[in-house]
């Protein structure tokens, strides 16, 4: 698979793999399955993996560094810290309450790398900005990591572009990752701007509007305990109008001879090569298929296109719920 840069340091498959999914939100996946398919992932050119503290909470890091140890000098993992974390409440209840004080950058680091089985995080991001604690103290621990060899690059999620500045000027940030998409498009106020402006990696999570672009999510396949159920554009009658709007996007996709979760990723790549996506799958199948979206070319005339037939002022719904929503942009 082709590569792209991550700031200066990095260098990854231009397609990552979101791990979230095999262990907590979406309903999870059986061990074996969920192994098979990173393995399948390496297979095919994918290096790039991502996890967190707070998937599952901790398992999603024990499973991945259980199928990628033996294959470690071939893979990049990231994986982030931040939110505080329950293991009691649901999962919407999880997301609530953040912490980026040092000694919790400098504890979670050292659990991760337990669970995870390594010796050196390739990626370590703040999750989400606390607003308690400002983020020159985080980053300074952070960069903490980085002297003593545990840590090999930094970057933050969902921060804003004044953070972003701020974080950068203490250590270089190789990476900044939001949520992305052709319904998600946040980042394009000033954030993309930043990234390009200061040669940071810009990571979009749920490029596949968390399964919704792919054109063959139905209701019926969220779990009682779907994350997604939760969700603005998920519910009733908004995921009805979303499923509407889909449609358009698979017509095109089908015209050009590809599926439109391969036609959604391949419009978040056209938009910078400083630009990975990691969409997140439990299956091989939607892994080769993600993985093949590499290839695809588009021109200016399509990227256009299809940027106006769907766009977060047509989605039915908010991406968050609010509390969720205002932990973001900070």
């Known amino acids: 698979m082709k590569k792209r840069n991550l700031g200066s340091d990095l260098s990854v498959s231009a397609i990552g793999l979101g791990c979230m999914g095999m262990s907590h939100a979406y309903g999870g996946a059986e061990e074996a399955d969920s192994i098979k398919a990173m393995h399948r992932a390496i297979e095919i050119g994918v290096s ?22 033996p294959y470690r000098d071939k893979v990049t993992i990231a994986t982030k810290f931040g939110f505080r974390v329950s293991t009691t409440d649901s999962l919407i209840k999880q997301l609530t309450g953040v912490n980026s004080r040092p000694e919790n950058v400098r504890a979670v680091a050292e659990a991760s790398l337990k ?21 020159e103290e ?18 933050l999620s969902e921060a804003s572009s ?31 701007d930043t990234c390009r402006e200061l040669g940071i990696g810009f990571v979009p999570f749920s490029p596949l509007g968390r399964g919704m672009l792919t054109g ?6 969220l779990g009682p305990d779907d994350m997604r159920r939760g969700l603005p554009r998920f519910q009733g009658e908004n995921f009805d109008a979303n499923a509407a709007l889909v449609a358009k996007l698979g017509e095109i996709a089908s015209a050009k001879g590809v599926t439109a979760a391969q036609l959604a990723l391949a419009w978040v790549l056209a938009q910078g090569d400083f ?12 892994i080769e298929d993600n993985a093949a979206a590499a290839e ?22 908010a991406r968050y719920t609010e509390a969720m929503q205002a932990m973001t942009n900070r």
Do not use: C
Not at 170 to 191: G, K
């Open 48 to 69: 790039f993996f991502d996890t967190a503290e707070i998937y599952g909470p901790f398992t999603n890091e024990i499973l991945v560094g259980k199928a990628l140890g």
């Open 138 to 155: 985080t980053v300074g621990a952070m960069a903490d990591l980085v002297r003593a060899g545990k840590v090999r690059t930094l970057g």
């Open 162 to 192: 004044a953070t972003i500045r701020r974080a950068h000027a203490v250590h270089p940030i190789a990476a900044v990752q939001s949520e992305y998409s052709l319904w998600t498009r946040d980042p394009e106020e000033n954030v993309l």
């Open 216 to 221: 063959t999510l139905k209701v019926d396949d």
């Open 275 to 286: 630009i990975v996506p990691i969409p997140g799958a439990r299956k091989i199948r939607h």
């Open 296 to 317: 695809i070319v588009l021109s200016p005339d399509e990227v256009a296109t299809l940027g106006a037939i769907i766009s977060p002022d047509m989605a039915a719904g």
């Open 115 to 135: 669970r995870l089985g390594i010796e050196v995080i390739d990626l370590y991001y703040q999750h989400r900005v606390d607003p308690d604690v400002p983020i």
